[in-house]
C-alpha cells in the first residue's frame, strides 16, 4: 500500500528548531492547509466546517531515517533519560507518522490553490505533508481522567522582554506568535547557559534570544 500526502502545510515555523512540542500549546501558530491537486475537491470538506478542531495526520519529513533506535531521549525529562519510541511522541520512529489536535479557524472555498483551511494551535515545520484529516470528536477524543506519563501538563511559560525595541515594526500577530512561543522554551532541557545565544525563523523572522533566570531577552528580530 502506497500513502499520498493529500496536503501539505504552510507554518509560522520555518525551522524544526522553534517549533512547539506539541499542538495547542500556542494558540497563535498559524497554519494554512493547502491540498495536492488531485485532492481539491470542495466535497470531501463537506461538513468539516461545522468542527472547532481537526487531527491532522502526518509525515515528519524532517527526520526520516533508514534505521531506528528502540529508544528515545525526550527533552521533557531532561534529554538524558530514554523511553521507549512507543511511549513518546518523537518525530524519530519506525513509521515517521505525526499526530496532532488543531484548531480550524476558517475554510477559504474561494482560495486559488482550492480549498484552503486556516489552522491555529500547529506544531509543524513549514512544509508538512498531511497524509489525513479527521475531525475531533470531544465524546470520543478528549480523556481528562487519563494518565500522562512523564508528559503530565503543559510548558510553563516565561515571560518575555523585548531588548533595544527588537519588536519595533513587528504587527501585532507577529509579535503574539513569537512571543508565544518564545515563551515556552524551546530550547533542549538539559541546556541552561545565560551567555548561549539562540536563534530561530518564526513568521518570517530571525529570531534571537538568551535566558537568564527563567527571563527570555529577545535580541533581534530580523525580517
Ligand atoms: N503532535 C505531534 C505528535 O504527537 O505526533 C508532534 C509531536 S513532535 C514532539 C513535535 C516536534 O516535531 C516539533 O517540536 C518539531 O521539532 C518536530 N517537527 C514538526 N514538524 C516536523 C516535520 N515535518 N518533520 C520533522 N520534525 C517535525
Given at each position: 500500500?502506497?500513502?499520498?500526502?493529500?496536503a501539505h502545510v504552510r507554518t509560522c515555523y520555518g525551522e524544526k528548531f522553534g517549533v512547539p512540542r506539541q499542538s495547542g500549546i500556542v494558540d497563535e501558530a498559524w497554519g494554512e492547509l493547502i491540498f495536492t491537486p488531485e485532492f481539491r475537491d470542495p466535497d470531501a470538506l463537506r461538513?468539516?466546517?461545522d468542527f472547532s478542531h481537526l487531527w491532522l495526520v502526518f509525515l515528519f519529513h524532517q527526520a526520516i531515517r533508514t534505521d531506528w533506535?528502540?529508544?528515545v531521549r525526550p527533552p521533557r525529562l531532561g534529554g538524558n533519560k530514554r523511553v521507549g519510541v512507543f511511549a513518546s511522541r518523537s518525530p524519530f520512529r519506525p513509521n515517521p507518522i505525526g499526530l496532532s489536535v488543531v484548531r480550524l479557524e476558517s475554510i477559504d472555498t474561494t482560495h486559488p490553490e482550492g480549498p484552503m483551511i486556516k489552522l491555529r494551535g500547529v506544531?509543524?515545520?513549514?512544509?508538512?505533508?498531511?497524509i489525513d484529516i479527521k475531525?475531533?470528536?470531544p465524546y470520543?477524543?478528549?480523556?481528562?481522567?487519563?494518565a500522562a506519563g512523564f508528559?503530565?501538563?503543559a510548558p510553563e511559560k516565561l515571560?518575555?522582554?523585548w531588548i533595544n525595541n527588537a519588536d519595533q515594526g513587528l504587527s501585532d500577530t507577529s509579535r503574539a506568535v513569537i512571543e508565544a512561543t518564545i515563551a515556552i522554551d524551546p530550547r533542549p532541557a538539559y541546556q541552561d547557559d545565560a551567555s548561549r545565544t539562540y536563534g530561530c525563523l518564526i513568521d518570517g523572522y530571525n529570531i534571537q534570544w538568551k535566558v537568564r533566570d527563567k527571563q527570555i531577552h529577545i535580541l533581534s528580530c530580523q525580517g
Open positions: 500500500m502506497k500513502l499520498e500526502a493529500i461538513g468539516l466546517e533506535k528502540p529508544t506544531d509543524l515545520v513549514d512544509g508538512t505533508p498531511i475531525p475531533y470528536i470520543a477524543d478528549a480523556l481528562p481522567e487519563a508528559a503530565p501538563h515571560s518575555v522582554h
